[in-house]
């Protein structure tokens, strides 16, 4: 069934107005939509126009979400955002206003509050320092902080 592009458009103004999205979500989106390519383009076109699509504030808002709620560290957040096609030089941007006291911080809470049950003292430190880095922290930092929480 062939879509308006009316009824497509308010539906793309929908889904992108509760949420950040990047270029490619939306596109995604509204590949599932029955239109022409030049009505997919027009509706893009408008939707950067109009401030519905900016990939500067989605990176921004994803770096806040992924530190502050998911715990991310930045290696993670840095694939997560090159998948989503978003460019280096916005992912950098976005980077850049995490506080590196404060990432520290997270990542000695993340430390802390993983309880690891076992008996032999460097099985725990490595099942610690792999917890953290495959949350997206780096390997040197994580092997610091571990050695300063135990010292």
Request: proline residues 1%.
């Amino acid at each position: 069934m062939v879509q308006t592009f009316d009824s497509v458009l308010k539906k793309i103004l929908h889904y992108c107005s509760y949420q950040d999205r990047c270029i490619s979500e939306v596109k995604t989106k509204i590949s599932t939509f029955d239109i022409s390519s030049s009505d997919r383009e027009k509706i893009m076109q408008l939707l950067i126009d109009e401030g519905f699509i900016d990939e500067s504030r989605f990176a921004h808002a994803f770096v806040r979400s992924k530190m502050h709620l998911k715990k991310w560290g930045v290696n993670k957040i840095k694939m997560a955002l090159k998948m989503k096609g978003v460019s280096d030089e916005i992912i950098n941007d976005a980077l850049a206003e995490i506080a590196p006291e404060h990432y520290r911080g997270e990542l000695v809470n993340i430390l802390k509050a993983k309880k690891i049950n076992d008996l032999n003292e460097s099985s725990r430190r490595a099942k610690l320092a792999r917890y953290a880095i495959q949350k997206g922290y780096e390997p040197g930092l994580v092997w610091e902080v571990i050695r300063e929480l135990e010292g």
